[in-house]
């Protein structure tokens, strides 16, 4: 038993699509906000994007246009749907679910975009 499954990641060449997944057992999972993050190596993890309980969506500048955040309450899932991936946008994907002070994070997921 786990809290987190994310799976989608993979390997995929440049301006192709890769969509991950993330099923979550949290509670309060329909009150909370869930989140994408990634982290590169020796970088700071970062933001990627997320979408509140009343489902409203905000994106970091540098993926606004390409990917798209989803969740569906009914199963404990959400998803990153990514659009022309750059090499840039190689890193290990985190989900999260923070209902108020309680913030949950998946084990991580490899990307990688490379030709």
């Known amino acids: 038993q786990v809290e987190f499954v994310e799976s989608g990641g993979g390997l995929v060449r440049p301006g192709g699509s890769l969509t991950l997944s993330c099923v979550s057992s949290?509670?309060?999972?329909?009150?909370?906000?869930v989140a994408w993050h990634r982290q590169v190596p020796g970088k700071q993890r970062e933001w990627v994007a997320d979408?509140?309980?009343?489902?409203?969506?905000k994106y970091a500048d540098s993926v606004k246009g390409r990917f798209t955040i989803s969740r569906d309450n009914r199963q404990n899932t959400m998803w990153l749907q990514m659009m022309n991936l750059k090499p840039e946008d190689t890193a290990v994907y985190y989900c999260?679910?923070?209902?108020?002070?309680?913030?949950?994070w998946g084990q991580g997921i490899q990307v990688t975009v490379s030709s």
């Open positions: 949290a509670s309060h999972f329909n009150k909370a906000v």
């Open positions: 979408i509140s309980s009343g489902f409203i969506i």
């Open positions: 999260s679910v923070q209902y108020l002070t309680d913030l949950r």
